[in-house]
Every structure is written in structure tokens, then in C-alpha cells.
């Protein structure tokens, strides 16, 4: 298992579905894990991993219901001429962004990947997103990329 060690009480983490990480993916709850296997059950590899309080003035626990999710695929190619990003091919990673335009066909049949050019970004197809917005899971984030704007502004390019 992989181990996280936190400085909080664990009831500021056990209400949340979706924990952000600093090792490129996000730790989820079994229910989203679930929801993930029925979904998309080719898309990803789940680690199980114990979160743990390392702040010894707090009372000590151990959730062992997370799991890391490493989306198996590199999808998402951003339409570079629309977008307001500032890209670092070598190292994988967008280094500024203000908004992002994806081009068309994006998911390349997945329904959830990492998006090319930042391996620390998820993106979720359509039918993912209208399912994990309907289960009010908290800790979720999404960010919307921008094509409706680019629509209405690409004859000025």
C-alpha cells in the first residue's frame, strides 16, 4: 500500500471523495472507485493506499478506503493556437494556462486520461462528468475548457 501522512483530523478528509496528490493523480474514496469501474474500467490503475495522521499532538487513525488513480492513457492534444498556455514539452507539463481549448475528438474513445502535454492534469470525457456530477461527490474540481469562447473568437485568428 502506498502511505500518506497527513497533519490533519481524519474528519476533515473522511467527507471527501476525491483528495488531491503530489504524485501525479488523485486519491479517491471506494464509492468513486466504483463508480470509475463501472465507467471506465480500462482507463486507469488503482493503488490502495493508508492515509495516516502524522501530527502526533492529534489522535492517531489509518483510512485505508482511498485509492490512487493513474489514468492508463495520454489524451487531450491542446489547440495551441487557441489556447493561452504556456507549454514545457520536455518535461510534460504546462507551466501557465489561463485558458485551454482542446481539439476535437479529444478522448480518444477513453473516458478518463491524462491530458497530453501536462501529465499532472485528469480530463474526463462528457459521460463521465455528467455521472460524477450527479453523485455530489465532494472534492471534485472541474475545469471546463474554453472551446464555446473559441468558437465565438476564431475568426479573429
Known amino acids: 500500500d502506498l502511505i500518506f501522512d497527513v497533519l490533519c483530523e481524519s474528519k476533515y478528509i473522511i467527507d471527501y471523495g476525491c ?3 503530489t504524485i501525479n493523480g488523485p486519491l479517491v474514496r471506494e464509492d468513486v472507485l466504483q ?3 463501472e465507467t471506465c ?3 486507469f490503475q488503482a493503488f490502495p493506499t493508508v492515509i495516516r495522521c502524522a501530527n502526533l ?3 492517531a487513525y489509518e483510512l485505508t478506503n482511498y485509492w490512487l488513480i493513474n489514468p492508463n492513457n495520454l489524451s487531450g492534444q491542446i ?3 487557441a489556447s493561452d498556455a504556456t507549454i514545457d ?3 510534460h507539463y504546462i507551466t501557465a494556462m489561463k485558458c485551454f481549448i482542446l481539439q476535437e475528438n479529444h478522448m480518444n474513445g477513453h473516458h ?3 491530458l497530453n502535454g501536462d501529465r499532472m492534469r485528469v480530463i474526463i470525457s462528457p459521460h463521465l462528468h455528467k455521472i460524477l456530477k450527479k453523485s455530489k461527490i465532494k472534492g471534485l474540481k472541474f475545469e471546463k475548457d474554453d472551446t464555446e469562447k473559441w468558437e465565438k473568437f476564431k475568426d479573429r485568428f
Open 79 to 81: 489547440n495551441e493556437v
Open 112 to 114: 478518463l486520461s491524462r
Open 35 to 37: 463508480i470509475l469501474q
Open 89 to 91: 514539452y520536455k518535461n
Open 57 to 59: 499532538k492529534l489522535p
Open 19 to 21: 483528495l488531491g496528490s
Open 41 to 43: 474500467p480500462n482507463d
